[in-house]
């Protein structure tokens, strides 16, 4: 399977979705995933007028968080040609299944401390899985010994639509009390190096989850494109 690195227009606090709206032109870009857990109704239409008058063809994939309505999803998905929408396995993600018109676009993604009982009931319901990478390997390396909700066994037998790739840190930080290895944002190349364990499991678009500024994310892509490479050969 030939994969398409997307880069990620993400919305949290430290990511400066403006200035990565202007540089769509300065860099040519036709094709990000879009990420839009951090931004409100109101700021999400400056994002739409403002993608609207870039070079943007396609979102092939896009985050929603839960204040999301269906007609905002039959916009994105007219305009933009979103084939893949994902949702956690928490708060409004009833509400997101019982969209049927786009059950077949909602991807059910991995959290970093799954609750296996209401992610495989959700999962259940939807199209399958959005793989988070960082979320994966983080846990494992925070609870060696035990297992992430029969993780591997749910990728066999549920189809993986989209994916988030983020940063892993060597050493473990805390973040709102809890430890973590998981980050939005890449100081080194090497923090993708953990990738290497999962290039197998690479649908056809892999989303970069990153804060970091598009010129950052291409050098990340060009490192992830030659992980996968070196896992070919």
């Known amino acids: 399977m030939r994969r398409k690195i997307l880069?990620?227009?993400?919305?949290?606090?430290?990511?400066?979705?403006?200035?990565?709206?202007?540089?769509?032109?300065?860099?040519?870009?036709?094709?990000?995933?879009?990420?839009?857990?951090g931004v409100s109704k109101f700021e999400r239409d400056e994002i739409y007028r403002k993608?609207?008058?870039?070079?943007?063809?396609?979102?092939?994939?896009?985050?929603?968080?839960?204040d999301f309505g269906e007609i905002e999803l039959d916009y994105l998905v007219?305009?933009?040609?979103?084939?893949?929408?994902?949702?956690?396995?928490?708060?409004?993600?009833?509400?997101?299944?019982k969209m049927e018109k786009h059950l077949d676009k909602m991807y059910i993604e991995n959290s970093p401390t799954m609750s296996k009982k209401n992610f495989e009931v959700y999962l259940s319901k939807s199209a399958?899985?959005?793989?988070?990478?960082?979320?994966?390997?983080?846990?494992?390396?925070?609870?060696?010994?035990?297992?992430?909700?029969?993780?591997?066994q749910v990728l066999k037998t549920h189809k993986i639509g989209c994916c988030h790739v983020s940063g892993v840190k060597i050493e473990p930080f805390i973040v709102d009390y809890t430890k973590?290895?998981?980050?939005?944002?890449?100081?080194?190349?090497f923090e993708l190096d953990y990738m290497k364990k999962y290039v197998e499991y690479l649908p056809k678009y892999v989303s970069?989850?990153?804060?970091?500024?598009?010129?950052?994310?291409?050098?990340?892509?060009?490192y992830l494109e030659k992980i996968i490479r070196e896992h070919k050969e």
């Open 51 to 66: 993608l609207e008058r870039s070079q943007i063809e396609k979102i092939p994939h896009v985050h929603l968080r839960d």
């Open 128 to 152: 399958g899985v959005c793989v988070d990478f960082s979320h994966w390997e983080s846990f494992k390396r925070k609870f060696p010994h035990k297992k992430y909700g029969d993780f591997m």
């Open 180 to 189: 973590s290895f998981s980050v939005h944002f890449l100081d080194d190349l």
């Open 7 to 37: 880069l990620g227009l993400t919305t949290t606090t430290n990511s400066d979705w403006r200035k990565k709206i202007a540089d769509i032109h300065k860099f040519d870009l036709h094709e990000i995933a879009l990420f839009l857990t």
């Open 78 to 97: 007219e305009r933009f040609g979103v084939e893949y929408f994902n949702i956690h396995a928490r708060g409004n993600c009833k509400h997101f299944l």
């Open 208 to 222: 970069l989850e990153l804060e970091n500024s598009f010129e950052q994310q291409l050098q990340a892509k060009k």
